[in-house]
């Protein structure tokens, strides 16, 4: 075995053999992959294997799409069969919901050239005759999908990271990883030592505990999931082809042929856990007793669907474990805080997602990013605030309804409340809807009384009208919105300016109390971050980013040092804010301060040190809304002094609270981007409009990479869009972010953000677009259909800032 290896990958199964393959791939191939027993020992060879390309994010339906085609091409170039299958799959919509699913998932592959489109009833019986049709709304084929056989899959990837020159040692458990001073690591088994820049965790059910070797706590939790196979059934073995599979996911399994029966899996609603104190050392090739009780209303769902289930006798049960994270993503990436330590855990359809997660992982380690924005399968996504109680919560909730649909803007209860600010009972108390924040419990919006929920769709849902009237009465009057959620840091010291200038495209305020936007940029040239920094003291500054990013921001800021005796330090938890913002924000304001707020004495872009209310705030003239305005930030123990003030003055002006939702639209009706949305390292400077924030006459970090990027003619345009009228009431849905936008029939972009402009009475949506300018006439994908639209020329609220800077 050797001693040194650019990385060392910790585990065999499907997930780790793909990562190395992928390495070696890429050009590394002083690589080595440890198994603790054969490989395949984890969850992998006991898997049905399905594999499917579509799924509601765009860039997961990428990474499965290049996945279902590199079987064959894997097959071709190691010579070990896949065993792959692809008789195709038919998706079933039962419902108005599923239906408008599937089909903005056949709006989304035609745009981007993937295969998955509808078919009749009777092209569907004809494929699959053995499926019962009755109550059917539509159908769509995707004729690659089908499956594989998980140890060949597995060996393929073996045998082609071999051939490229990767060790992989079977029966050689890692016992230790020990990070050296110079940030290396030792890699400990009892077959040796391996000393080695990256460590790779693939360590499947046993990831949490490979984890614990590195003190790393991962929010992962292994649960039971069991399928059957029938006998043979003359049905199926009349059939001259294969039959495609049937994803009924209403029903909440699923179900294809294996051999001359079929195959039925299940996701059921009781479901369990298992190994909530470690997954045992000891296990491998192991499986649990069979429990089909536990899964019977699935089973009778299925042979309501495909009758001929309920003759066949069973053959073998498989009750197998699978590991979960809270969003059932995987969690995926560089441990921000752990140099050279890369995890790629919790992966629920690993045979949909090998082949594209081994390439993004090679990626992300090689180049130190992915071609893709993968912040939904970050790691940095969750925190020590996602507890073992918590995942659980959020497993347990994931398992039972695994095929639901996951709706725009839905949000889910489970686990919560995880983390609140002590203005949570206050905002209850007022009619808040929470959603879930980095954890935190955060106002989308107010209804009339306590207790209210959001009702789930792809339409304009319960809370549309109230949203309108939140955002007329702060465009009329005044809104306070808590944004205690945003991120929030402090740079102090002699460097602090030096060390700002170094790390962010935009040249640092030159004087106390002024603000700058910039953006952050990332290794490939794209946007990494967007933030306002203030200067509050010659050596001190303010920093405030996207809440949800900030531990993804932690990579970037360590890439910088700091130099001796100046500090940086989240300030987030300590730290709440309200923005008070629309025509009377400054009357509101002036009430509760003695500092002169007038146009004057407090311009737009400036800040101060003042007390509202008695209570010290550092006030910023920015808002997110694009109306007149200010960010109030206080010390979290003075939040709900500060709220009480601003609630029962703003009374008098007929002012109110205001949720995220609200605030969403009142950004889109000003054309602002939002990190994560319209701004991602996907999106170079310049097509975001952002490029006027990048200073080249100092060092920034990525610079040569931002300047190569904008050298380069823009590959899309973020534009903003107003979809007609008569589409939208007829629909009675908006965009909401991903539909596809189609010119004369050809695929030009995608939705980012969508949301009715209240205020402005439009329904809008943030997008990029290619081959197409203000005034074209576009058409965007609403529900999965075409809905008329016209790229703006401009935003249609206060296009000339008269109003924001008023
Ligand atoms: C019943 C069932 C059905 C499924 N059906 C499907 C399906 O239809 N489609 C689909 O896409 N997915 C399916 N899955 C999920 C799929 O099996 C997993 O996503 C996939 O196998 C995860 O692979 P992995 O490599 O991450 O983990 P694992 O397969 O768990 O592999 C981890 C490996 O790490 C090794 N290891 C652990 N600790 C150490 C150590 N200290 N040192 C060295 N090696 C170590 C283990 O021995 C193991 O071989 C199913 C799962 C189950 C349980």
């Known amino acids: 075995m050797k001693t040194n290896a650019q990385a060392v990958v910790i585990g065999g199964g499907v997930i780790g053999c793909s990562i190395l393959y992928h390495l070696t791939k890429s050009g590394w191939s002083d690589v080595v992959l440890l198994e603790r027993d054969e490989l395949t020992s984890g969850s992998t060879w006991h898997a049905a294997a399905?594999?499917?390309?579509l799924h509601d994010s765009t860039n997961i339906s990428r990474i499965q799409h290049y996945t279902m085609t590199l079987y064959k091409e894997l097959?071709?170039?190691?010579?070990?069969?896949?065993?792959?299958?692809q008789p195709g799959s038919l998706y079933l919509a039962q419902t108005e919901e599923r239906e408008h699913q599937l089909r903005l998932q056949a709006a989304k592959a035609k745009l981007y050239g993937m295969n998955f489109?509808?078919?009749?009833?009777?092209?569907a019986q004809r494929l699959n005759p053995l499926v019962n049709y009755d109550g059917i709304r539509c159908v769509m084929y995707e004729p690659d999908g089908g499956n594989v056989d998980p140890s060949?899959?597995?060996?393929?990837?073996?045998?082609?990271?071999?051939?490229?020159?990767?060790?992989?040692?079977?029966?050689?458990?890692v016992t230790a990883t020990d990070q050296q001073e110079d940030g290396t690591w030792i890699v400990r088994t009892p077959k040796g030592d391996i000393q080695t820049p990256w460590v790779v965790n693939a360590a499947g059910l046993w990831g949490r505990e490979v984890a614990m070797l590195a003190g790393i706590e991962l929010p992962l939790q292994p649960t039971e999931h069991q399928y059957f196979v029938t006998e043979t059934m003359a049905d199926v073995a009349?059939?001259?082809?294969?039959?495609?599979?049937?994803?009924?996911?209403?029903?909440?399994?699923?179900?294809?042929?294996e051999g001359q029966g079929l195959l039925v899996g299940a996701y059921e609603k009781d479901m369990k856990f298992w190994a909530e104190d470690g997954t045992p050392l000891d296990f491998a090739h192991d499986l649990f007793p069979d429990d089909l009780e536990r899964i019977e209303e699935n089973m009778m769902n299925a042979i309501e669907r495909v009758p001929a289930v309920g003759d066949a006798g069973i053959k073998r049960v498989i009750n197998g474990p699978m590991i979960w994270s809270p969003d059932a993503n995987v969690l995926m990436g560089p441990v921000p805080e752990v140099d050279g330590y890369f995890c790629c855990n919790g992966i629920i359809p690993g045979f949909s997602q090998s082949g594209g997660m081994g390439l993004m992982a090679a990626q992300w380690i090689i180049e130190g990013e992915t071609q893709y924005d993968m912040f939904a399968w970050d790691v940095a996504r969750f925190d020590t605030w996602a507890t073992k109680d918590f995942t659980k919560a959020r497993v347990q909730d994931q398992y039972a309804h695994r095929f639901a649909i996951h709706f725009p803007n839905e949000e889910r209860s489970a686990g919560r409340p995880a983390r609140t600010r002590p203005i949570y009972d206050w905002q209850k108390d007022m009619g808040a809807v929470f959603g879930l924040n980095v954890g935190w419990e955060h106002p989308l919006w107010f209804a009339e009384a306590p207790g209210a929920t959001d009702t789930n769709g792809f339409t304009r849902q319960n809370w549309w009208e109230p949203v309108g009237a939140e955002c007329r009465m702060l465009r009329d009057r005044a809104g306070i919105i808590d944004i205690s959620n945003f991120a929030k840091y402090v740079c102090k010291g002699p460097g602090a300016e030096g060390w700002l200038n170094a790390v962010f495209a935009n040249s640092m305020p030159r004087s106390v109390g002024r603000s700058c936007l910039t953006p952050l940029i990332s290794k490939r040239g794209g946007i990494a971050g967007d933030f306002t920094v203030t200067r509050v003291a010659d050596d001190e500054f303010w920093i405030i980013g996207s809440g949800m990013a900030e531990r993804y921001h932690k990579r970037f800021f360590k890439q910088v040092p700091l130099p001796d005796g100046t500090r940086f330090e989240s300030r987030t938890e300590e730290t709440c804010g309200f923005n008070v913002a629309g025509p009377k924000s400054r009357e509101i304001l002036q009430r509760l301060t003695n500092t002169s707020l007038s146009p004057e004495d407090f311009p737009f872009m400036r800040s101060q040190q003042i007390e509202i209310a008695g209570i010290a705030v550092l006030a910023l003239r920015v808002s997110f809304t694009g109306d007149l305005g200010w960010e109030a930030h206080c010390a979290a123990k003075d939040q709900l002094r500060l709220y009480e003030a601003l609630i029962e003055t703003g009374k008098e002006f007929g002012a109110g609270p205001v949720?995220?939702?609200?605030?969403?639209?009142?950004?889109?009706?000003?054309?602002?981007?939002?990190?994560?949305?319209?701004?991602?390292?996907?999106?170079?400077?310049?097509?975001?409009?952002?490029?006027?924030?990048?200073?080249?006459?100092?060092?920034?970090?990525n610079k040569d990479a931002a300047n190569s990027a904008m050298t380069s003619p823009a590959r899309e345009q973020l534009v903003l869009l107003h979809l007609d009228e008569a589409d939208t009431a007829a629909s009675n849905a908006d965009a909401t972010g991903g539909e596809p936008i189609f010119m004369d029939g050809r695929g030009i972009g995608r939705v980012t953000s969508g949301a009715y402009g209240y205020s402005v009475g439009m329904s809008l949506a943030l997008g990029y677009v290619s081959?197409?300018?203000?005034?074209d006439r576009v058409e965007v994908m609403v529900l999965?259909?075409?809905?008329?639209?016209?790229?703006?020329?401009?935003?249609?609220?206060?296009?000339?800032?008269?109003?924001?800077?008023?």
């Open 659 to 701: 949720g995220s939702r609200a605030l969403m639209s009142l950004r889109i009706e000003k054309g602002y981007g939002s990190w994560g949305r319209e701004y991602s390292p996907e999106y170079w400077p310049h097509e975001v409009g952002l490029d006027r924030l990048c200073k080249f006459d100092k060092s920034f970090l």
């Open 117 to 123: 489109y509808e078919i009749s009833i009777e092209e």
């Open 784 to 806: 999965g259909r075409p809905h008329r639209a016209t790229i703006l020329k401009e935003p249609p609220f206060d296009p000339t800032g008269t109003i924001l800077r008023g």
């Open 771 to 775: 081959g197409a300018e203000a005034g």
């Open 238 to 257: 009349a059939h001259d082809t294969r039959l495609p599979s049937v994803s009924d996911r209403d029903g909440e399994y699923y179900l294809r042929q």
């Open 50 to 53: 399905n594999i499917h390309g």
């Open 75 to 85: 097959e071709a170039e190691t010579g070990q069969s896949c065993g792959v299958f």
């Open 152 to 173: 060949g899959v597995t060996n393929a990837y073996a045998v082609g990271a071999r051939q490229r020159g990767a060790e992989i040692h079977r029966f050689t458990p």
